[in-house]
């Protein structure tokens, strides 16, 4: 078990590093959405290839599990798409913040279609949550000094934040029962292709970017991308999803922290975003609590 909570850890820290490594890199949005989770799945390409139990699992797969990862791949794609857009218009910290804060997007959904269990509580905490959002995106929405945030930016993040507790709560679903290997290669080959094909609809380029990048994106797929996506599905198959999604909130301080840290980004976060972020935290924290039999809400 201790294992599974350090594969947690260590997941936590890469994806921190994403948002650097986006901001580090000049080509357009979706073009480093692209080649980041094309440069993923080629990573993990080989792993499903050397593994003899990956590739007969790969065969075995019935069509039903194997459209469900491509439906949940296709969200992913659109979680990058929407995220990495999002931090060219707004600042780090309010960007991961506003991802972050999926649980209290996505718990509605699961309490009314999958019928999990919510509790008063974990309604208090989302109505807590959507007022720190409010209070984050209004509050700087035309004044922060720095001028880093704008009302598109933070729209972006909430939809980025939608696709990936959407992508999340598919994955604690799937995982129960598909190995990591073979879960990750076709969520991210689907992804990408998603990517590719939004990349032609807005011409964005998908080859002959700067050299640099490449590296910077490379580099990114497996720090951010192996060592932090494809190892926080890993541990979705072993650890409660309270307790993976409150762990989760350590990237937006592990962001934030690096994004202010590093002298070619150096973000300050406003007031705003410090007062409605912390509020959020709280809402979330509220939100993934585990459930009382007493104090149960009735699916309706």
């Known amino acids: 078990m201790e294992n599974h909570y350090t594969g947690l850890f260590i997941s936590i820290i890469g994806v921190s590093f994403a948002s650097i490594f986006i901001l580090s890199c000049t080509s357009p949005p979706l073009s480093i959405a692209f080649f980041r989770l094309f440069f993923t799945t080629m990573l993990v390409l080989p792993l499903v ?10 065969r075995t797969l019935p069509p039903k599990t194997m459209l469900l990862m491509i439906v949940i791949g296709i969200i992913l794609g659109a979680h990058f798409a929407f995220w990495i857009s999002s931090l060219m218009k707004t600042s780090v910290a309010s ?8 649980p209290v997007l996505v718990a509605p959904i699961a309490f009314y279609f999958l019928k999990e269990r919510m509790s008063w509580v974990n309604a208090t905490g989302i109505a807590i949550s959507l007022t720190g959002v ?9 004044s922060s000094t720095l001028g880093l945030d704008t009302l598109e930016g933070n ?3 909430i939809l980025g934040g939608i696709a990936a507790g959407l992508y999340i709560l598919g994955g604690r679903k799937i995982r129960k029962n598909i190995s990591v290997f073979t879960y990750a290669f076709i969520v991210y080959a689907a992804g990408t292709i998603t990517l590719f094909l939004i990349c032609i609809a807005f011409q964005a380029p ?6 640099e990048d490449y590296g910077i994106i490379l580099l990114m797929a497996l720090i951010s991308g192996i060592f932090g996506h494809t190892l926080y599905n ?5 650890i409660r999803a309270s307790v993976a999604s409150v762990a989760l909130l350590g990237e937006p301080i592990g962001s934030s922290l690096l994004a202010y840290a590093i ?11 410090f007062i409605g972020g912390g509020i959020i ?7 993934t609590r585990a459930v009382k039999e007493t104090d149960l809400l009735e699916n309706v």
């Open 263 to 273: 002298p070619w980004i150096h973000q300050e976060p406003s007031v705003f975003t």
């Open 206 to 211: 998908v080859y002959n970017l700067r050299l």
């Open 134 to 142: 409010v209070i984050l995106v209004l509050g700087n929405y035309g």
């Open 234 to 238: 890993w541990s979705l198959g072993y």
């Open 155 to 157: 729209i972006l993040a």
């Open 95 to 102: 960007s991961v913040i506003l991802v972050t804060a999926h």
């Open 281 to 287: 935290f709280l809402g979330i924290f509220l939100t």
């Open 49 to 58: 290839l050397v593994r003899k139990k990956t590739r007969d699992e790969l």
